[in-house]
């Protein structure tokens, strides 16, 4: 199912509809800020297994948890003190931080990985999302099913995989720009994948420290 909402002022009525498909557990096709994303409800199994199955082909590639602010991450990520100092002039915005998984969180997303990605998007449809229900929290993974998808156009992704998913967002197309990942895991932040997000001090975007298997928008 695709539904079009207007790429300015979404309709309430129909952002209610989108977040009744999250609140079910269904998968769902959205817009963020770095282009077209694939995720669910993090804090529902089935779909949070959905979610798996329609990655399948891509296992090797580690998602994030979507939030509005930090008081939504204390399950699942432990943000210390300096982690939080560097965050917090970066957020909300096109970046991905990695940072220690918690207990549950590892639990809840039935994985058994020491990290947890992080995203605090801005952008006109996630901002009309979290209004509506601001401790939401969303898994979350670019919209494509193999390496080479690349879609801008909600068509597309429907022509493509839209079997594979419960609901696809249309709010026209949208750029792919890919989120700048920085790894906050020990006391230096270290830049995973270089993106559309400015790394703070330098003025630019710095170039990446290292290969990165986070698939994150």
């Excluded at 580690?62 to 939030?67: D, E, I, Q, S, T």
Aim: hydrophobic share 40%.
């Amino acid at each position: 199912m695709r539904l079009e909402i207007h790429p300015e002022t979404p309709q309430v009525r129909l952002m209610r509809k989108v977040l009744e498909a999250f609140q079910k557990g269904q998968v769902v096709v959205y817009p963020t800020d770095s282009g077209y994303s694939l995720g669910c409800d993090a804090l529902s199994k089935d779909g949070v297994h959905k979610l798996y199955h329609v990655k399948r082909e891509m296992k090797k590639y580690l998602m994030a948890l979507m939030v509005r602010d930090f008081s939504a991450l204390s399950e699942f990520a432990k943000v210390e003190t300096s982690a939080y100092r560097y965050m917090k002039h970066l957020v909300p915005g096109p970046f991905t931080f990695v940072l220690p998984a918690t207990v549950r969180a590892k639990k809840i997303l039935d994985v058994n990985r020491p990290e947890v990605g992080v995203r605090m998007p801005k952008g006109v449809f996630t901002d009309a999302l979290f209004s509506l229900a601001p401790e939401a929290v969303i898994l979350t993974t670019a919209a494509k099913v193999r390496e080479e998808d690349s879609f801008i156009d909600p068509a597309d992704i429907d022509e493509n995989f839209g079997h594979l998913v419960d609901l696809i967002v249309d709010l026209g197309p949208r750029p792919v720009t890919p989120t700048t990942i920085i790894s906050l895991v020990t006391d230096t932040p270290e830049v995973l994948r270089e993106g559309s997000g400015i790394i703070p001090g330098t003025g630019s975007k710095a170039k990446s420290q290292g290969s990165t298997l986070w698939q994150s928008r």
